[in-house]
């Protein structure tokens, strides 16, 4: 469910038309619904009621401060993956103890960030990190909370870029390994062994991959345990699917997945962690765009847009699919046109859709990229020079601007130009 609806023709999020956000501040331009993200932070909170646990938003899938805070002031803590994902969670108000690092490649300066301002645990990747990161808490005198991230070797049957739990991702330490290396890391100075932490892919659709991974991750903490190792967290990861298309099956609920959770971990004891990102945010952001061209071609027609791949980088990335629909309800029996959705950047992979059967749109129309409220703004860059898009929070009937658009200025001002050239 999402709060983007037509009402009076035309399309809203909450009380706001969107068309009224397109005329103030320009396309293309990102809105998320405040409602929207309220609702489903709620809903992984009451999937996991029967339980201590701690809901931490994965920053990667949307960092904007707006977003953070709102989710912080919820009780929701935070998955950071850089230096830079942990200051803004700090600067969005959420305090250490709501943080997990996790992360492949975590530096020292990182971790001697996290390590100073304050962290939950940090989810460690590789016996060289954990090495490294028991030299560096030695040397200032502190005691982290680890858990290491195990690979369970479960195909997630997700797209092959997002999978992360198979044996030749590069993700965690092999399972089969994983009980000498919690005993090498229990006699590690500056290291706390708290639990274990699993994450098997992005865009899952399936609750049977989390079932056998987390089904392998009982029977560790159970052999932990028998080893003398005080487990008392486990890290399930996050990555459970949303609806891209409105045509399909529907995903499995956070109810269903925090019912796996339960018939798999819950007889363990343990506090629970979770990192939803793209189930809580996707479908609470849209990116409008306006129509620049329809171009008649040889055997095809182009819809040119004036957002690109470097706006909205999924479908070139990953082929992923996102439902585009106009700002304007189309009227029932309305006749439909079949285009391929196209940017203005120079790359034949500025494609959005191919023969999407579309009603008839023409220059000056406006357009909604649904379900983009994850893996979007956070995935932009100014290819070909193309200003950021702008970001918008929208809550009932009014709405901010919570990361404007760069003027060109701003972005020239980021060069500079040696002296002897």
Same mark, same amino acid.
Request: aromatic share 6%; charged share 25%.
């Given at each position: 469910?999402?709060?983007?609806?037509?009402?009076?023709?035309?399309?809203?999020?909450?009380?706001?038309?969107?068309?009224?956000?397109?005329?103030?501040?320009?396309?293309?331009?990102?809105?998320?619904?405040?409602a929207?993200?309220?609702?489903?932070f709620?809903?992984?909170?009451?999937?996991l009621?029967?339980?201590?646990?701690?809901?931490?938003?994965?920053?990667?899938?949307?960092?904007?401060?707006?977003?953070?805070k709102?989710?912080?002031?919820?009780?929701?803590?935070?998955?950071?993956v850089?230096?830079?994902?942990?200051?803004?969670?700090?600067a969005a108000?959420? /305090?250490?103890?709501?943080?997990?690092?996790?992360?492949?490649?975590?530096?020292?300066?990182e971790?001697?960030?996290a390590?100073?301002?304050?962290?939950?645990?940090? =989810?460690?990747?590789?016996?060289?990190e954990?090495?490294?990161?028991?030299?560096?808490?030695?040397?200032?005198?502190?005691?982290?909370?680890?858990?290491?991230?195990?690979?369970?070797d479960?195909?997630?049957?997700?797209?092959?870029?997002?999978?992360?739990?198979r044996?030749?991702?590069?993700?965690?330490?092999?399972?089969?390994?994983?009980r000498?290396?919690?005993?090498?890391?229990?006699?590690?100075?500056?290291?706390?062994?708290?639990?274990?932490?699993?994450?098997?892919?992005?865009?899952?659709?399936?609750?049977? /991959?989390?079932r056998?991974?987390?089904?392998?991750?009982a029977?560790?903490?159970?052999?932990?345990r028998?080893d003398?190792?005080?487990?008392?967290?486990?890290?399930?990861?996050? !990555?459970?699917?949303?609806?891209?298309?409105?045509? =399909? =099956?529907?995903?499995?609920?956070?109810?269903?997945?925090?019912?796996?959770?339960?018939?798999?971990?819950?007889?363990?004891?343990?506090?629970?962690?979770?990192?939803?990102?793209?189930?809580?945010?996707? =479908?609470?952001?849209?990116?409008?765009?306006?129509?620049?061209?329809?171009?008649?071609?040889?055997?095809?027609?182009?819809?040119?847009?004036?957002?690109?791949?470097?706006?909205?980088?999924?479908?070139?990335?990953?082929?992923?699919?996102?439902d585009?629909?106009?700002?304007?309800e189309?009227?029932?029996?309305?006749?439909?046109?079949?285009?391929?959705?196209?940017?203005?950047?120079?790359?034949?992979?500025?494609?959005?859709?191919?023969?999407?059967?579309?009603?008839?749109?023409?220059?000056?129309?406006l357009?909604?990229?649904?379900?983009? !409220?994850?893996?979007?703004?956070?995935?932009?860059?100014?290819?070909?020079?193309?200003?950021?898009?702008?970001?918008?929070?929208?809550?009932?009937?009014?709405?901010?601007?919570?990361?404007?658009?760069?003027?060109?200025?701003?972005?020239?001002?980021?060069?500079?130009?040696?002296?002897?050239?």
């Amino acid at each position: 469910m999402d709060h983007f609806n037509y009402r009076d023709g035309t399309l809203h999020a909450e009380e706001v038309p969107l068309s009224r956000i397109a005329a103030e501040l320009g396309t293309p331009v990102y809105v998320y619904s405040a409602a929207t993200l309220r609702r489903h932070f709620g809903l992984f909170r009451e999937a996991l009621d029967w339980t201590d646990h701690l809901v931490c938003f994965a920053v990667k899938s949307n960092s904007n401060l707006a977003v953070l805070k709102l989710l912080g002031d919820m009780g929701a803590g935070m998955d950071v993956v850089s230096g830079g994902e942990y200051l803004r969670a700090r600067a969005a108000g959420v /305090p250490g103890e709501r943080i997990v690092f996790s992360g492949v490649g975590k530096t020292l300066a990182e971790m001697r960030l996290a390590i100073e301002g304050g962290i939950r645990q940090v =989810n460690i990747e590789s016996e060289p990190e954990m090495r490294a990161l028991s030299g560096l808490a030695t040397s200032m005198g502190a005691e982290v909370p680890v858990a290491i991230r195990v690979n369970p070797d479960v195909d997630a049957g997700t797209h092959e870029k997002i999978a992360t739990g198979r044996s030749d991702n590069k993700f965690g330490i092999p399972i089969a390994r994983a009980r000498d290396v919690y005993a090498e890391a229990a006699g590690l100075p500056g290291l706390r062994v708290v639990g274990v932490d699993v994450h098997i892919g992005s865009q899952l659709t399936d609750l049977d /991959p989390y079932r056998a991974a987390y089904a392998k991750v009982a029977d560790l903490a159970r052999a932990l345990r028998a080893d003398g190792h005080a487990i008392s967290r486990l890290d399930l990861g996050g !990555g459970l699917g949303i609806p891209y298309r409105r045509d =399909n =099956n529907a995903p499995p609920l956070p109810l269903e997945y925090g019912r796996v959770i339960r018939e798999t971990v819950g007889d363990l004891g343990c506090e629970i962690e979770i990192e939803p990102g793209r189930n809580i945010v996707g =479908n609470a952001g849209v990116l409008l765009a306006q129509v620049i061209y329809l171009k008649e071609g040889a055997g095809r027609d182009f819809l040119i847009v004036d957002a690109a791949m470097n706006d909205l980088l999924r479908p070139a990335m990953y082929g992923a699919h996102h439902d585009i629909v106009p700002l304007v309800e189309p009227r029932p029996g309305a006749g439909l046109r079949r285009v391929d959705v196209v940017g203005p950047i120079c790359e034949s992979g500025d494609t959005f859709q191919k023969g999407a059967e579309l009603p008839v749109l023409g220059a000056g129309d406006l357009v909604a990229f649904r379900s983009a !409220g994850a893996y979007g703004a956070v995935m932009a860059s100014e290819y070909n020079s193309r200003p950021l898009v702008p970001e918008v929070l929208v809550s009932g009937d009014h709405f901010a601007v919570i990361r404007p658009r760069p003027t060109f200025e701003e972005m020239l001002a980021r060069d500079s130009i040696p002296e002897w050239l």
